[in-house]
């Protein structure tokens, strides 16, 4: 029987600025995805979700905990 493993993924909510860099780095081992907080519903209840980059701009409440279910990680490199 062989498992097929999956990337988990970390979600961009503000990527603008960020060093390309970085965003290799983090593609190498995660699936990176990039979206606005108005288009956060797109990812509601996507199990693979386990991590989120904010900056100051997107207000994060109980409603984005409630929607993705494996989030580990809010991130906010300010």
Known sequence: MSVKLTKKTILFLEHE???PETLAKL??????AYCDIEE???FVGKNNV???FVRLR???DDTVFNHLPNLKFVISPT
Request: aromatic residues 12%; without cysteine; glycine residues 12%.
């Open 17 to 19: 600025g960020l060093s």
């Open 50 to 52: 386990i991590g989120i």
């Open 58 to 60: 997107s207000y994060i």
């Open 40 to 42: 956060l519903n797109k």
């Open 27 to 32: 593609s190498a081992a995660f699936n990176v």
